[in-house]
């Protein structure tokens, strides 16, 4: 029971705007396969609190997500639609004081949010970026970019992936982890808003993107590692 309700609020908690990454200009066609659902609404700032599910760790393993990606000590990594910076955190420690972490989302309050929560747990190596809907302006030379829960948000895909690529370092890794379609009595939105992972490979493809690894051990994700 606790799952399903998880899974309602959280796509209540989405319903305010017309698409995360909102409405911009953008040199992507608005062409969609069949297959693939409309981009999500935004997730509200003032529902963080379900973002932070005492489980999470256990069903996410972040720790085996950072491991796929060769994140380690000194690395250059970004977090893309990093929300409130739950998965932030996590990298920021992983790197340590030698490495940097770029947390992007295209909402201020998000962006707040990661900066203040960077602030109360020391950690100086956390870099925000309030962005636009088809440029998450990442840095370049990154090592790693994750984006966590938040593929079926983005109003442009491809073009983020596009910006994505031309970021990488030479040998940088691509990290998409989202829910399997099947992951009933899982956490996440409802299955009609979910991303099937060949969706995403077909997007990545399209912005030169080729798959290295998938990650099947985590009970109710997908990881997909790309690459150039």
């Given amino acids: ?46 529902a963080l609190g379900l973002l ?15 491991d796929e990606l060769h994140i380690a000590d000194g690395s250059r990594v970004a977090d893309v639609g990093a929300g409130g910076g739950w998965f932030t955190t996590r990298l920021a420690r992983r790197v340590g004081p030698n490495g940097a972490v770029y947390a ?10 990661i900066e203040e929560r960077a602030r109360q747990e020391g950690l100086s190596n956390v870099h925000a970026i ?3 809907s088809s440029d998450p302006m ?11 829960d938040a593929y079926g948000q983005l109003a442009h895909p491809i073009d983020v992936l596009d910006h994505i690529a031309a970021a990488l370092a030479q040998n940088g890794r ?6 399997k379609p099947n992951g009933d009595g899982g956490p996440g939105p409802p299955a009609d808003l979910r991303i099937d ?3 995403v490979v077909a997007d990545a493809a399209r912005a030169g993107l080729t798959v290295r690894s998938r990650e099947t051990a985590l009970r109710y994700q997908y990881v997909i590692i790309f690459g150039r």
């Fill in 174 to 179: 691509v990290g998409v982890v989202d829910f």
């Fill in 197 to 199: 992972p060949e969706h």
């Fill in 1 to 46: 029971m606790r799952r399903r309700a998880l899974a309602a609020l959280y796509l209540m908690a989405g319903l305010t705007v017309a698409a995360c990454h909102g409405a911009a200009t953008s040199r992507q066609a608005p062409v969609t396969p069949p297959s693939a659902p409309a981009a999500q609404a935004l997730f509200r700032p003032e």
């Fill in 130 to 132: 309030l962005s636009s």
């Fill in 104 to 113: 992007e989302d295209v909402q201020k309050q998000m962006v707040e949010a």
């Fill in 138 to 148: 990442l840095p370049p030379n990154l090592d790693a970019v994750l984006i966590v």
């Fill in 52 to 66: 932070e599910d005492p489980d999470r760790d256990e069903w996410q393993q972040p720790d085996k997500v950072m």
